[in-house]
């Protein structure tokens, strides 16, 4: 690691401020470890844990003019990061939790396998193809966003979306 941290984690988040993208590259390189370890150990999925890696990178990128010296940089960026995934978690808990009546009053209306695909023939392509990975071969988020290398957050979204137009 690097001689005196604590002050070169600071030089390296007054150069961020100034929108020095290689000074976000060193940042990334020698602590995108640390975050990415701490998410992934709260998270338990390495989607979400590297989302919430950029996420941090972006808070920092968008924030790094207004923060003050750190003088614990590990600990600054364990707490931040801890934080973060914390707050993801309970977000996707309550937007999982909104949507499951809607999910369940769509299954109670399937019939038959004709009928899922019947209702599903309106949406787009990819739609489609998560709605069957969801209904059909009872996969999680997680699980679809890995088959399909998307972000998990762009998987959930687009499920949801086709749940509000398979209601309408």
């Not at 934080?83 to 978690?89: P, W």
């Not at 990975?133 to 762009?154: G, Y």
């Amino acid at each position: 690691m690097i001689k005196n941290t604590k002050k070169y984690f600071n030089k390296l988040i007054k150069r961020i401020a100034f929108k020095d993208e290689k000074a976000l590259e060193e940042f990334y390189r020698i602590y995108g470890r640390l975050i990415y370890a701490t998410a992934f150990t709260i998270l338990k999925c390495s989607v979400s844990a590297d989302e919430l890696v950029d996420d941090i990178l972006v808070k920092i990128w968008k924030t790094a003019d207004r923060l003050p010296k750190i003088g614990n940089p590990e600990g600054w960026l364990y707490v931040l990061t801890a934080n973060s995934a914390k707050d993801k978690i309970k977000a996707e808990k309550q937007y999982v939790a909104l949507f499951d009546l809607k999910e369940d009053a769509i299954k109670t209306e399937i019939k038959t396998d004709g009928d899922f695909y019947i209702l599903i023939s309106n949406l787009n392509e990819t739609e489609q193809e998560i709605m069957i990975m969801r209904f059909v071969e009872d996969l999680s988020f997680e699980r679809i966003a890995k088959e399909m290398k998307k972000p998990l957050s762009t998987i959930t979204s687009t499920y949801y979306r086709a749940l509000e137009k398979l209601k309408q």
